[in-house]
């Protein structure tokens, strides 16, 4: 089976916009949470600065920003027929529902044309898993062989309609969340922009570009920037066919993800299991019991959304980010929030930053619509 | 390869009591989610061993409006009193949901949102879905709701056999 390498990435968070600002933010447990004046019940978020933004769309603004520092890192020219775009957002231009076209649609199309994307862009909208089943179909599409490059780009940024929303839902802690703690309340909403570049080789730039009969030796104009040697090596979505806005009491869908990715993996060669974390009483609760029923009890296990909050569409790409930095640096990150275990039965959570020589981890989210979804990441693929 | 359609308008409450009747659930539903759910009774309402949890069996939906149609339900909603049973349908992918709940399908189950209604693009996702080793089989469909009374449907029963 063909590798897929991730060879670009592009950052906006309220902590940082490149890899090791962010990652420095999140080993100093620096967030940018607060307390925001709500319609009219306030919320406590970690959200992007919008002062000195004048662009018709927010939106729009940080989901191009990421991806062309992806493209950028990559060194790949975006208007290629043989480069896709996958759009992952959960709402999108949601805020603008009464006077403009919000479908999704529209927003990867807007994206498309500023990049420069020439194929027709696909939305992967999953509700809170739909970051990870963006790069899950990045992954399938190099797979293919129709394509050389994937941009995958997740993007949310908060409005009236989602906090409300999850506010009627009592989802909304207005304290900083504690994920997989015995005292958490539940989430925090956050915004952020998140992007990979995908390839089948491990090089950046098209200096190795294969299939286009044109670039069939190395391209001298386009130098490797990097070698990035980051494998996503598989993935899986499963659903609980249980409930539309409550996770499974066994974990059967996380389970069976899990199950999927790990075939024929130890656990002893993980670093670390980066899960979904939320902080909500039942998605923590449901992922320790998958967690123990696909034999990863042992495993560290740590959560972002005490950093971050909940990013929804840019969550699986952003977190899988910070994963993979952590991992070149050795290190498995703390859990923002956690400080006494509140899931039966148990689980390893990383409390605190631990070292870790261990070049493999897996991510994990869970969402609305009983979906749930595993990624298997792996460094030094290529050697 | 079974494919049905619901035409534009018809009666869903008629088409539930004709297919259905025993599912009450039902009449909670967004349009979105009642058309998918409706789609599937139609295509899978004779299969043998139905309700048996299964793994193999992906739920593929596709559609240019997404749930829009329903986030101004939500929206209307929010400026008074913010309605919970409205918000958990602003989602793509509920409808996914409710079909695989429905159906005790564990199998992946997606969402997918492109710029118009394209059979080459769809057929295209749907054989690297297929990818999953353990998808044999997929319900597909392209659902577009743009209000709860106007939409364009067509829902495939797919095998890999039939893909490959």
Known sequence: MTKVFCIGCGLVTPVGNTPSEV????????????????WPEPYYASLLDRNGFEGPSFFDHIALQAARTAVQEAGIDASSSRVGLVLSTIKGNIEKIDTEDVSLAAAADTLAKGLGVKTAP????NACISGLAALLQGVRMIRSGAYDHIIVVGAEVQSRFIVTGFQSLKALSLNPCKPFDADREGLNVGEAAAAMVLSAQPVSGNYFSGRDPKNQFPDTSTKPTHFSNWEIVDGAVRNDANHISGPSRTGEGSYNALRYVLEGVSA??????NVHGTATRYNDQMEAIALNRAGLQDVPVNALKGIFGHTMGAAGILESIVSMKACDAGVVLPT???????????????????????????????G???????????????? | MKQVSIPSGASLTELYRQWVGDYPKF?????LSKLGFLLTEMLVHDEPDRFTFREDRAVLVFSREGCVTNDRHYAESMKDFPSPALFVYTLPNIVSGEISIRNKWGGESSAYVLESYDEARIWELV???????CTKSALVAWIDCT???????????VNETDMF
């Open chain 1, 23 to 38: 990652l420095a933010a999140v080993r100093a447990g620096k967030s940018a949470f607060r307390l925001y004046d709500g």
């Open chain 1, 122 to 125: 696909v939305v992967v909208s």
């Open chain 1, 268 to 273: 002893e060669e993980l670093a670390f299991v």
């Open chain 1, 336 to 366: 923002q929030g956690f400080s006494q275990m509140g899931v039966e039965p148990a689980v390893n959570v990383s409390a605190q930053e631990r070292k870790t020589d261990k070049k493999a981890f897996v991510k994990l989210l869970s």
């Open chain 1, 368 to 383: 609305f619509g009983g979906v749930n979804g595993a990624l298997l990441f792996r460094k030094g693929g290529a050697e």
């Open chain 2, 27 to 31: 009449f909670k539903m967004d349009t």
């Open chain 2, 127 to 133: 054989r690297q879905a297929f990818q999953d080793k």
């Open chain 2, 147 to 157: 209000s709860d009374s106007e939409w364009l449907t067509t829902a495939w029963l």
